[in-house]
């Protein structure tokens, strides 16, 4: 046996066949933070590699189904061979033989070992540490797993509960970053697959709408495929992305220039996830919060603290259509501005019916709800979400992250218990069945809430609109509010135009 902890790496791999790093000795690196990154791998079965830096290599565990911010989450990891530090930098496909697939930085970073001894709890099975990487942070813990004689050791990953921790998360995280945090790429286009599939739709309006290749999404058409909105120069502005209503990128484009006075309140300033479905809502869509290769120079990267990568914002009506270029159907801000990300500004409630119950039950959980934030002399203000839900929206001055989550789980929660036979707060479908699940969650740092104007990548073109506390009453269909019939909105007087001005302070405990 060789003492090079980097052998059974090298073992199983032929370094002139696949583009992995051989990895010379093992690295010691002085007075440097220990690096960790996480690599989506998509091999025989999709996992995340999650990898630490110790002792001049990289710890590596295989996390089959991804890390979660959800402490009562427990990923098996599947402890796997020490991988040399330069594999921490790659991204891209292994053709053939060992772990043959996709690989895809997902995360990466420093860790801080909670201990003196790191490779001392490593061996006694159990290590906690801080993670301080773009998509993980904070507190999490390894511990290992009673051997019931398999030769590899499974552990569990952990995240802890503090104020990264996002309780009920599950999976949400990982199908919202959904592309490389180093490249913007998908997994597809990591893996060179073509990013666009033929448009059917597109060849079945006639005449105004030409097929395009099938591949190279990069390359330009003749200008005779560019058309100008808002001064901004949009390419293919014929894509189609809502094929049933046939709606295109011009007409996205020129619907966000037209509602840009309601919408750039909304959303300037904060920092943004963007759901892109660059082949319309009927081919592959994924959430991106990060600048990426490419990026429009008219969307703003902003750093707030605490993030170690920038992300996305938009000021300008100019910064909206170049999100109509980018493909970017729904845009979702955070509720904090990127200057003062500590200090949350708005509270925002769920609403999400149960598929057995009709809209007006919905409307009836608002107006409970609005009954509620009000006896606590806070503002409420309630839009359509453009799905199946209501968003009640409440300004708030002053909050931390944690007093924001702390209030508005207690609202909802006072709800449930009031009339446990109409309302839950808990997440399982099961229990949702026949209720309305009051939604808290998106009350944290780094989530984020469809804006208000902002189109849905879902059938009928619908937006979520801002309403009138008196338009919320039975009879409400969210179904009328689309691109095409929400442009007339404009012409009578805000609804939310008091929002800002309606900031309270929340109460106390
Ligand atoms: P609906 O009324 O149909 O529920 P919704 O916008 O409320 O519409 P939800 O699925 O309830 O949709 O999600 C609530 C919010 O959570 C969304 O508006 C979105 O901002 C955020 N969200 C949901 N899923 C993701 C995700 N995978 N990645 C990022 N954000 C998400
Ligand atoms: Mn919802």
Known sequence: MSDDPLAPYRAKRDFSRTPEPEGTAPKR????????????????RLHYDFRLELGGVLKSWAVT????LDPAEKRLAVEVEDHPLEYGGFEGVIAEGYGAGTVMLW??????????????DLAAGRLRFTLEGERLRGGWHLVRMRPRGEAKHNWLLVKDEDEEARPGDADALLKEAAVSVSTGRSMAEIAGRPAEAPRKAARAKPAAVKAEPAKAPRKRLPSSAEAMVAGVSLTHPDRVYWPAEAITKRDLAEYLEAVAPRLLPWIAGRPLSLLRAPDGITGETFFQRHAGRGT??????????GESAPLLQVDTPEGLIALAQFGALEIHPWPARSATVTRPDRMILDLDPAEDLGFDAVVAAALALRERVEALGLVPFCKTTGGKGLHV???VTGATWKALHDAAGRICKALEAEEPSRFTTESAKAVRSGRIFLDFQRN???ASAVAAWSPRARPGATVSMPLDWAEVAPGLDPRAFTIRTSPARLAAPDPWA????????????
Do not use: M
């Not at 189904?65 to 979660?68: F, I, K, L, Q």
């Open 296 to 305: 429009s120079k008219l969307i703003t990267q902003v750093k707030p603290r």
């Open 107 to 120: 995360d990466r970073g420093t860790w801080i070992p909670a201990s003196d001894d790191p490779a001392a």
């Open 498 to 509: 008091g929002f800002e001005a309606a900031a309270r302070d929340l109460p106390k405990g």
């Open 29 to 44: 690196r002085k007075q440097k933070a220990l690096r960790f990154v996480v690599q989506k791998h998509e091999a025989t």
């Open 393 to 395: 929206v409440v300004p």
């Open 65 to 68: 189904r991804g890390p979660s």
């Open 444 to 446: 944290a740092r780094g």
